[in-house]
């Protein structure tokens, strides 16, 4: 079963918390992209990878990432 994480980009600080603490070392500022805030915002960049530890979802401090657990795939 896979994890799936959606940003809220526009709620998006880019302060970096959830980069720090994702042990999987799957999330970057997305430097392509600038939200309404002005900021660059977080991203995951290897979906499959991630564990669904929802490290990131607590250490926002914005409530911008929402991780689901257990969800089907395509
Ligand atoms: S749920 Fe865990 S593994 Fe997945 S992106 Fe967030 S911190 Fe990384
Ligand atoms: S912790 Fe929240 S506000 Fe900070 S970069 Fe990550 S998603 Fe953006």
Partial sequence: MASRVTFSQDR??????CITVCPK????LDKTKT???G???ATVVEMAACI???NCARMCPDSVIMVE???EED
């Avoid at 998006?12 to 918390?17: E, F, V």
């Avoid at 070392?25 to 970057?28: E, Q, S």
């Fill in 35 to 37: 939200n309404k805030r």
């Fill in 52 to 54: 669904g530890c929802a």
């Fill in 12 to 17: 998006c600080k880019g302060c970096g918390l």
């Fill in 69 to 71: 657990r257990n969800i």
């Fill in 25 to 28: 070392h799957i999330i970057f």
């Fill in 39 to 41: 900021y660059h915002p």
